[in-house]
């Protein structure tokens, strides 16, 4: 598609950008850091709980596994072999906030593989809204995930993202998220987020698409 066949859209939005949104922004620019801060916090809680216990923690097993996690998958076999147990909770969050930052990056590269990281993203924030009531920081953020990806995969059509962030905001109306949300159910009530989001999914970029030069090689210099 030509630049004039894009439709013009708001700049938190535009095409040029590698992130779908804001609030994706956000996740693929830190999302790193985000996580090792999740790792470091519930560290604390594991020392916090042998400290008062007098002991080991009960699940102090889980939590280590939990810790020395490093990939979505690992945070899923986590979940799967600590079924029904907080650390589950937080393994699919992780799981789930892990996927979604993938997604955002390959959907400018691997169309296919992205949507298949953003099925694995909302099942993962489904399961932590399935399992979740107890832990309402868990809660929150699963409810927010399950909303950024359903932002990520409308076609045009933001109801039921809009209707997502709404729960969201019903659910948490003091969330520290609670301004970027409100932006982004009124950037999706636009006809420019809208148009954008109909030309978005029509988009099929795949990994071969982007080739080397076949001119001899790259430029002196430049990074393999």
Not at 125 to 138: C, N, R, T, Y
Not at 147 to 175: I, Q, W
Not at 194 to 213: I, L, M, S
Request: some cysteine; proline content about 7%; charged content about 25%.
């Amino acid at each position: 598609m030509s630049p004039k066949e894009r439709p013009e859209v708001p700049p938190e939005t535009a095409p040029e950008h590698v992130e779908v949104s804001p609030l994706a922004a956000a996740l693929a620019s830190h999302g790193k850091q985000i996580l090792l801060g999740i790792v470091a916090v519930l560290a604390v809680i594991v020392v916090a709980a042998v400290a008062t216990s007098g002991g080991r923690s009960p699940y102090e097993k889980e939590w280590s596994r939990f810790a020395n996690a490093t990939s979505a998958s690992d945070f899923a076999d986590v979940a799967a072999d600590f079924p029904n147990t907080d650390v589950a909770v937080w393994a699919k969050l992780t799981e789930g906030e892990m996927q979604l930052q993938e997604a955002v990056r390959l959907q400018f590269s691997d169309r296919k593989a992205a949507d298949s990281q953003l099925e694995d993203a909302g099942d993962a924030f489904d399961a932590v809204i399935e399992k979740g009531a107890s832990l309402p920081e868990a809660m929150e953020r699963g409810l927010l995930g399950k909303a950024r990806v359903l932002e990520a995969t409308c076609d045009g059509d933001t109801a039921e993202a809009v209707k997502a962030y709404d729960a969201f905001l019903g659910r948490f109306p003091d969330s520290i998220y609670k301004d970027s949300v409100q932006k982004r159910v009124e950037s999706l009530k636009s006809p420019d987020t809208q148009a954008f989001y109909a030309w978005f999914q029509k988009q099929n970029p795949k990994p071969e698409d982007r080739q080397r030069p076949q001119d001899g090689g790259l430029p002196s210099g430049h990074p393999e």
